[in-house]
T-cell receptor
């Protein structure tokens, strides 16, 4: 089954404790993105990757890092999480830039206290 | 820059028709997407309009008018399972053609 998986699905952590959210896709897609979703603001892109070892900032990259060492994996790293990073995070992949159709992971609900 | 506006909430009756509007201001874009998102779940693709006009897909249709900066999603024969948020998104120009999402419209379908 074609899918994007994320782990963990839910995480409660404390300020400053480094964490990684994993993302993996099995569709051989070149393009992957991370979004955060907050009430009233919609989905905002954090980082994206056009291929292995090629990543770039999206609209809200501050406080986040990513890596793309393998085509299928695109982890999101929060080196020192803060409460304003409490959000719902989605990983997405697609065959072409910006779509034609993005496949989203199930989401990771992160709470930073 | 790009700005996308959608109504925050709408309600409709089971079996009825509802139109969800999306207006935008942008210097250029390659196409417009509609996604459906049930509460707590991932967005799923509904439609993609590149050219002006109506695209029909079963109970759902999407319309685009580039000259008017306007799109709508039309849902017919509403079902309770259609209660969800509907996200309008522009596919930008440039090397990556990234998506810019509106805040979404939360639709509640009642019996």
């Amino acid at each position: 089954e074609a899918q994007v998986t994320q782990n963990p699905r839910y995480l409660i952590t404390v300020t400053g404790k480094k964490l990684t959210v994993t993302c993996s896709q099995n569709m051989n897609h070149e393009y992957m993105s991370w979004y955060r979703q907050d009430p009233g603001l919609g989905l905002r892109q954090i980082y994206y990757s056009m291929n292995v070892e090629v990543t770039d900032k999206g609209d809200v990259p501050e406080g986040y890092k990513v890596s793309r060492k393998e085509k299928r994996n695109f982890p999101l790293i929060l080196e020192s999480p803060s409460p304003n990073q409490t959000s719902l995070y989605f990983c997405a992949s697609s065959t072409t830039p910006g779509g034609s159709e993005q496949y989203f992971g199930p989401g990771t609900r992160l709470t930073v206290t | 820059g790009q700005n996308i506006d959608q109504p925050t909430e709408m309600t409709a009756t089971e079996g009825a028709i509802v139109q969800i509007n999306c207006t935008y201001q942008t210097s250029g874009f390659n196409g417009l997407f509609w996604y459906q998102q049930h509460a707590g779940e991932a967005p799923t693709f509904l439609s993609y309009n590149v050219l002006d006009g109506l695209e029909e897909k079963g109970r759902f249709s999407s319309f685009l008018s580039r000259s008017k900066g306007y799109s709508y999603l039309l849902l017919k024969e509403l079902q309770m399972k259609d209660s969800a948020s509907y996200l309008c998104a522009l596919r930008g120009t440039g090397g990556y053609n990234k998506l810019i999402f509106g805040a979404g419209t939360r639709l509640a379908v009642h019996p």
